[in-house]
Every structure is written in C-alpha cells, then in structure tokens.
C-alpha cells in the first residue's frame, strides 16, 4: 500500500490549494478515504473524507464551507480543494484509510505534504 501526497506550497491568507493523494497497491474505490493535518507541536486532526463512490463527505468543523474533498477512482486519486485559507491551516497535510462512519484512521500513511499559510 503506498499513499503519496503533493500540491503542498506557501501560499497567502485567504488563497486557494489543492492537494493530491495517489493511492496504490489496495483497492482505492472500496475504501472511505480521508485527510488528515499535524501542526508543528499538536497531534495530527482529522480534515475531512469521502466515500468510496463520493456520495457522502464529511468535514471537521474547522474547514467545513472552505475545503472540499473529491475523488477520482478511475485515477486512483483523491484531491483537496483548499479556499479561504487560515494561518492556522498550517500544517502538514496526510491522507489515509478512515473507518466508515468514523473519524478513525487506518492503514498506511504517506510522507505528507506542507502547507504553509502565511504572507
């Protein structure tokens, strides 16, 4: 199983990012998938996941109305769409398994990517 995570980037408060998961090695479209954040000094936090035929997202309270998750199973890939963004967006930014109906994740993480928010 191999995650790999990119588009991470400085970008100013209030602009937009989007990250990419390429998923390998499982059966991607089986699996609810998710994102997942660590800021320098706290423990890494649920963002937001999918289901594995898009038809339900679900987002922490956090970014819920500027992020948007979507993904593409012919492409085995999942994308997050960042707008509006935070200083305190920053972190480093994972995806993963998640545990359906839950905030849980499971399985293999990638190396992550960091975004910075900042001007």
């Known amino acids: 199983v191999q995650l790999a995570e990119s588009g991470g980037a400085l970008v100013q408060p209030g602009g937009s990012l989007r990250l990419s998961c390429a998923a390998s090695?499982?059966?991607?479209?089986?699996?609810?998938i998710g994102w997942f954040r660590q800021a320098p000094g706290k423990e890494r936090e649920f963002v937001g996941s999918?289901?594995?035929?898009?038809?339900?997202?679900y987002y922490a309270e956090s970014v819920k109305g500027r992020f948007t998750i979507s993904r593409d199973n012919a492409k085995n890939t999942m994308y997050l769409q960042m707008n509006s963004l935070k200083p305190e967006d920053t972190a480093v930014y994972y995806c993963?398994?998640?545990?359906?109906?839950?905030?849980?994740?499971?399985?293999?993480w990638g190396q992550g990517t960091q975004v910075t928010v900042s001007s």
């Open positions: 999918i289901s594995w035929n898009s038809g339900n997202t």
């Open positions: 090695g499982f059966n991607f479209d089986d699996y609810v």
């Open positions: 993963t398994s998640v545990v359906a109906g839950t905030t849980s994740p499971f399985g293999s």
